[in-house]
T-cell receptor
Framework: DAGVIQSPRHEVTEMGQEVTLRCKPISGHDYLFWYRQTMMRGLELLIY????????DSGMPEDRFSAKMPNASFSTLKIQPSEPRDSAVYFC????????????FGPGTRLTVT | AQTVTQSQPEMSVQEAETVTLSCTYD???????LFWYKQPPSRQMILVIRQEAYKQQNATENRFSVNFQKAAKSFSLKISDSQLGDTAMYFCFCAGGGSEKLVFGKGTKLTVNP
């Protein structure tokens, strides 16, 4: 298996633009997680899905952020409009049995909003 | 709310020596799981070790072992025979079995010196 795939690996955009980050989980994994990593706040859980259904979205910062999982093999995290404070590394992870078991992380997307 | 504290922002150790990274946590869950993840300079998050809170026996994975003190809510990671490839950020992670949020500590940057 290729592991968790994220695209793009790097994204530079201007303030106010829409940004879409993409994730393909490991086949057969029923759980998908989105995390954000910054120097100031560390690693924060944004949202996670089980069988394509959002289970906990309490970490989504504000209405500018939205996440979808239309099928078992694809998820998106969208920021609209983007702001400089959204600059961070965004990780997607997947798990076979849930958050109390090993999560397999993607390589992350480094987002820079100027 | 669930919290995870790593009190050592940075540590260093000589190759082949032993080092211990500290982690304390707080949770209202009775059933929870603790993890150590490693993030080398490549940015890839990798599971190091997992501990089930209801198990008294400390988890061990080759050179990595934990000292789990449930009453003290302490979960330290011991790395024996340190290798240059152990240089990384190490994150302590707590996953509750119920409604508590998934929480990472802020991390400890470990440098293994030759």
């Amino acid at each position: 298996d290729a592991g968790v795939i994220q695209s793009p690996r790097h994204e530079v955009t201007e303030m106010g633009q829409e940004v879409t980050l993409r994730c393909k989980p490991i086949s057969g994994h029923d759980y998908l997680f989105w995390y954000r990593q910054t120097m100031m706040r560390g690693l924060e859980l944004l949202i996670y899905f089980n069988n394509n259904v959002p289970i906990d979205d309490s970490g989504m910062p504000e209405d500018r952020f939205s996440a979808k999982m239309p099928n078992a093999s694809f998820s998106t995290l969208k920021i609209q409009p983007s702001e400089p404070r959204d600059s961070a590394v965004y990780f997607c992870a997947s798990s076979w049995q849930g958050p109390t078991y090993e999560q397999y992380f993607g390589p992350g997307t480094r987002l820079t909003v100027t | 709310a669930q919290t995870v504290t790593q009190s050592q922002p940075e540590m260093s150790v000589q190759e082949a020596e032993t080092v211990t990274l500290s982690c304390t946590y707080d949770t209202s869950e009775n059933n929870y799981y603790l993890f150590w993840y490693k993030q080398p300079p490549s940015r890839q998050m990798i599971l190091v070790i997992r501990q089930e809170a209801y198990k008294q026996q400390n988890a061990t994975e080759n050179r990595f072992s934990v000292n789990f003190q449930k009453a003290a809510k302490s979960f330290s990671l011991k790395i024996s025979d340190s290798q240059l490839g152990d240089t990384a950020m190490y994150f302590c992670f707590c996953a509750g079995g119920g409604s508590e949020k998934l929480v990472f500590g802020k991390g400890t940057k470990l440098t293994v010196n030759p």
